[in-house]
């Protein structure tokens, strides 16, 4: 059931209705209700893995819980001279228990999305020894949302384990919190102490929280359907020459597939975020104008943030908790007498693990991964030649004026524009061949359809520079949902008329088009 559809739609309109005309101590049943229909008309059968993973996540909650429980009271029993070696004892349980019911959730992800993946590199391996396809290729259905239920299941076992919640007793509101269908399609990732808090609070009817809710909706399918479908549609087959490309028109149509992409995110990150706030439940944040960053770092602190979130607390504090993370960490101070080197080397070795996970959640192949070690050899360069910049910067004495913080920003976009196209492309062959084609085919232009008066240009260039202004007005600080909201009702509607024709009017939908699933949905 896509996001952007009459059919969704409705489904979300007649599950509102319901969600306030039953008594509120029952509200978040209707919706467990939806989220399970939702699940079984998106998935059907497949969404047994999803039951599957809540029921780990549950059972290996109450037993974490219970070691937690029971390291509390034999601790006060205990003599004083003994309880030292009782909490090591209850420690190392617990962490086997914690990387248990972890991994039995990550299992189900890693068979089902990265089962070929895996098959392929020991084929590779084993044909480098003259041996035959030892792992055959299994066509493989994935259920919604797999890889971010997953993710959001560990985070769940992770907090009860560090005692930052309390383990649930309630299947079925774990089992709420796993498949709730606002997010399962595209995220964010939330945590369960910031949804079942919600989930628990009764909610009654806000006029102007509604209509706020439908004006993010709106944007959201403005956002998709009208810019980032229509560039999807205009650059259909321009990705297909690999080699024919000239660097004028690989330039600007990457640029396209950017914005194509950052519309196609984060505009069902509104649809859903508006979806969720007619319940009275708010999601995460998971866009913040990523595109006046003036930095790597900046900009994947304010694109996908929760995934980033997830990554810090999930991964990268593990890592340097680890046992294993300080013996490096000593080994590397006590070998190397250079401050920046001795601070350099244990953050890279850390952050190598972050953005290998990153790569690799976002797909299984060779090409996400370097995408997600593109970033981190960028970041990491940056890191060490930072000093160099500031003597530099000093010595021409470089303001961080206007002007400065223009170039820092349209060169963090010229960066990520080329993490972007091999993300665009099919493997790192064709991402090695475009760049050939832009470095070396500097004639002529193929971009026919790139002409004054093509209508699909016009409305994408309007398109984008509404949603600019837009940001320019949140990044000064601007809430423009709660500046509707003081105003009289009228502007409000007026928005929202003016979003909902647009869409009408010029959406890229219908037999001309065809149907665009989400992209990040696959993920």
């Known amino acids: 059931m896509e996001i952007t559809t009459l059919v969704f739609l409705a489904f979300v309109g007649v599950s509102c209705l319901v969600y306030y ?85 990550i299992a189900i992800l890693v068979a089902l999305k990265y089962c070929n993946f895996l098959g392929d590199i020991v084929n590779s391996v084993a044909g480098m020894f003259a041996l035959n396809k030892l792992i055959p290729e299994f066509n493989i259905l994935l259920p919604l949302g797999i890889s971010y239920y997953t993710l959001m299941s560990v985070s769940y076992i992770v907090d009860v384990h560090r005692g930052l919640i309390v383990a649930e007793r309630n299947p079925f509101r774990v089992l709420l919190f796993v498949s709730y269908f606002p997010h399962i399609v595209e995220g964010p990732f939330d945590r369960y102490k910031d949804l079942d808090k919600q989930f628990r609070t009764p909610h009654k009817f806000d006029y102007e929280k509604f209509t706020g809710s439908i004006v993010l909706i709106m944007f959201g399918l403005y956002k998709k359907l009208v810019i980032a479908d229509r560039i999807g549609f205009v650059l259909s087959d321009y990705f297909d020459n690999v080699t024919e490309n000239s660097m004028l028109g690989l ?117 996400f991964i370097l995408y997600g070690l593109y970033y981190y050899v960028l970041m990491m360069i940056g890191q060490l030649l930072t000093p160099l910049f500031n003597f530099i910067k000093n010595k021409l004495h470089i303001k961080n004026g206007r002007i400065f913080r223009s170039f820092q920003i349209l060169r963090t976009f010229f960066i990520v524009n080329i993490g972007m196209l091999l993300f665009k492309s099919a493997t790192v062959s064709d991402f090695l061949g475009y760049l050939s084609s832009a470095l070396f085919n500097l004639k002529g232009s193929d971009l026919a359809w790139a002409i004054p008066g093509n209508f699909d240009l016009i409305i994408i260039l309007i398109g984008l520079l509404l949603v600019s202004v837009v940001g320019v007005i949140k990044e000064k600080g601007i809430n423009i949902i709660q500046v509707l909201n003081t105003k009289i009702f009228i502007i409000k509607w007026i928005a929202i008329l003016f979003l909902l024709f647009s869409v009408l009017l010029t959406g890229a939908f219908g037999v001309e088009y065809g149907e665009m699933a989400a992209i990040y949905a696959q993920f």
Request: with cysteine; glycine share 4%; aromatic share 16%.
């Open 251 to 367: 330039s600007i149509v990457t640029v396209l597939y950017t914005f194509q992409l950052y519309m196609d995110f984060s505009g069902c990150i509104d649809i859903v975020s508006g979806v969720s706030e007619l319940f009275g439940v708010r999601v995460a944040q998971n866009f913040r104008q990523p595109f006046f960053s003036k930095s790597i770092n900046e900009f994947w602190r304010r694109w996908h943030i929760t995934l980033g979130l997830w990554l810090k607390e999930y991964v990268f504090y593990p890592i340097t908790l680890s046992g294993h993370f300080k013996k490096v960490n000593q080994f590397v101070r006590k070998h190397t007498k250079n401050k920046t080197l001795s601070t350099f080397v244990p953050a890279a070795y850390s952050l190598f693990f972050v953005w290998f996970c990153n790569g690799l959640w976002h797909g299984a192949s060779i090409k």
């Open 21 to 105: 005309i039953v008594p509120k101590k029952i509200q978040w049943c209707v919706l467990l209700v939806a989220s399970l229909l939702f699940f079984v008309f998106s998935s059907a059968l497949l969404t047994i893995y999803m039951l599957i993973t809540t029921g780990i996540t549950y059972a290996g909650a109450l037993i974490i819980q219970k070691n937690r429980d029971l390291f509390v009271i034999k601790k006060k029993e205990l003599p004083k001279e003994e309880r030292k070696s009782y909490k090591q004892k209850s420690k190392k349980r617990q962490k086997i228990l914690v990387a248990i019911f972890s991994v039995s959730v």
